[in-house]
T-cell receptor, first 112, second 115 residues
Framework: GDSVTQMEGPVTLSEEAFLTINCTYT??????LFWYVQYPGEGLQLLLK?????DKGSNKGFEATYRKETTSFHLEKGSVQVSDSAVYFC???????????FGTGTKLQVIP | DAGVTQSPTHLIKTRGQQVTLRCSPK?????VSWYQQALGQGPQFIFQ???????QRGNFPDRFSGHQFPNYSSELNVNALLLGDSALYLC??????????????FGQGTRLTVV
């Protein structure tokens, strides 16, 4: 079945550091890929998405490129801020978005 | 425009009891999905409701059941609660068009603690 593997956290960075959170997936066909973010005490928010191979999703300074050849969708940001501290989930929908499979999440802590 | 709203926000129940969680979808959305998020884990798909019927189900026992009302709101019921049912329960809503659902919007969740 479909699965998502994320790098384990927590990840602690200083403000303005470069961020990479690795994500690889296993799926039938070529699904869309998502990154969700969960701020402390809140639900999930869609951060960015890519719907086909070589697409780059971007939002709030975050980027991720859908790499079919490596089945990866790594999340990057050039300069993190304290406000980016949250848990980040890589995810893929299946069955016409009927079910979303999530990774285990990576907690990011940014220190001033 | 109100997003997905869930109630209650927090709940404490005793092992063996039953619980009902509620969800109102985002305006214009007709499809509701439920997820269980254990501490430190990613959300796990429980089931999805569309046109008042369960359309797809994840790997959860029959103790987990649901309902969707004509106004598209939904309930999640869990019977015979176990300590392991303690989790954040997330509701997500979307629109189904041509049999395919759009991307989901999530609520803030209900934190269930079973003691």
């Amino acid at each position: 079945g479909d699965s998502v593997t994320q790098m384990e956290g927590p990840v602690t960075l200083s403000e303005e550091a470069f961020l990479t959170i690795n994500c690889t997936y296993t799926a039938t066909g070529y699904p869309s890929l998502f990154w969700y973010v969960q701020y402390p005490g809140e639900g999930l928010q869609l951060l960015l998405k890519a719907t086909k191979a070589d697409d780059k999703g971007s939002n709030k300074g975050f980027e991720a490129t859908y790499r079919k050849e490596t089945t990866s969708f790594h999340l990057e940001k050039g300069s993190v801020q304290v406000s980016d501290s949250a848990v980040y989930f890589c995810a893929l929908p299946s069955g016409g978005y009927q079910k979303v499979t999530f990774g285990t999440g990576t907690k990011l802590q940014v220190i001033p | 425009d109100a997003g997905v709203t869930q109630s209650p926000t927090h709940l404490i129940k005793t092992r063996g009891q039953q619980v009902t969680l509620r969800c109102s979808p985002k305006s214009g959305h007709d499809t509701v999905s439920w997820y269980q998020q254990a501490l430190g884990q990613g959300p796990q798909f429980i089931f999805q409701y569309y046109e008042e019927e369960e359309r797809q189900r994840g790997n959860f026992p029959d103790r987990f059941s649901g309902h969707q009302f004509p106004n598209y709101s939904s309930e999640l019921n869990v019977n015979a609660l176990l300590l392991g049912d303690s989790a954040l329960y997330l509701c997500a809503s979307s629109i189904t068009q041509g049999g395919v659902s759009t991307e989901a919007f999530f609520g803030q969740g209900t934190r269930l603690t079973v003691v």
